[in-house]
């Protein structure tokens, strides 16, 4: 059995030696591309507000940094760790602005 989500996310379930196992997929391809698309577009030197948007981040691989640190996105203490995470060369792919985040 499986279920899709409005973000895209398919949550498949299915029972393995008696224990309901969860897995978690989600195409995260449009926000890569989503995200490339506003990088380009956007200047470092135009003029920001007190908030702009920097990043867009699926909600899978939220999922999957908090399941391999053990932190909870929904923990304020936590989430500042999680965005420490996300500021790593190895998740720009999901920035939208070159700029300091």
Not at 73 to 83: R, S, V
Request: glycine share 4%; proline share 4%.
């Amino acid at each position: 059995m499986s279920t899709k989500s409005p973000d895209g996310m398919r949550t498949a379930y299915h029972e393995e030696e008696g224990k309901m196992i969860v897995s978690y997929e989600q195409d995260i391809e449009a926000v890569l591309k989503a995200n490339h698309e506003q990088r380009a577009a956007s200047s470092r030197l135009a003029r920001k507000g007190d908030m702009h948007h920097v990043m867009r981040v699926p909600t899978v691989v939220l999922m999957q940094i908090a399941q391999q640190t053990g932190l909870d996105f929904f923990n304020p203490d936590d989430a500042k760790q999680i965005l420490e995470i996300l500021k790593r060369p190895e998740y720009a792919a999901f920035r939208t602005y070159d700029g300091q985040i």
